[in-house]
């Protein structure tokens, strides 16, 4: 099993700035394929982004393209998703999501693992 611990959500201005941290703890996850996704209330998951446990390649959702940045730290087991320039629609949960084999998918159903989110309320 993977543990997946989300942390570093809050409340911030728009314009403002957070970073947001996922704790991951179990199997060996060096094949692993790590994203963050967000849901906000009625709408469906949303892909923000994603980066292999190995290698530098990430991808990213439209929408947060050239305002967060992922990144993880191998020897923390932690990846991280900056978040600069927030508006009020990025007011949302955010989950981290593990996947065990393969590519960086968008979809949300072909993620294994998840943690149990953290909130995110931007401010106008």
């Known amino acids: 099993q993977v543990q997946l611990v989300e942390s570093g959500g809050g409340l911030v201005q728009a314009g403002g700035s957070l970073r947001l941290s996922c704790a991951v703890s179990?199997?060996?996850?060096?094949?692993?394929?790590m994203a963050w996704f967000r849901q906000a209330p009625g709408k469906e998951r949303e892909f923000v982004g994603g980066i292999r446990w190995l290698g530098t390649r990430t991808v990213y959702g439209d929408s947060v393209k050239g305002r967060f940045t992922i990144s993880r730290d191998s020897a923390k087991n932690t990846v991280y998703l900056q978040m600069n320039s927030l508006k009020p629609e990025d007011t949302a949960v955010y989950y981290c999501a593990a996947k065990v084999l393969g590519v960086i998918p968008s979809t949300a159903n072909e993620y294994d693992y998840w943690g149990q989110g953290t909130q995110v309320s931007v401010s106008s």
């Open positions: 179990g199997r060996a996850f060096s094949t692993y394929a």
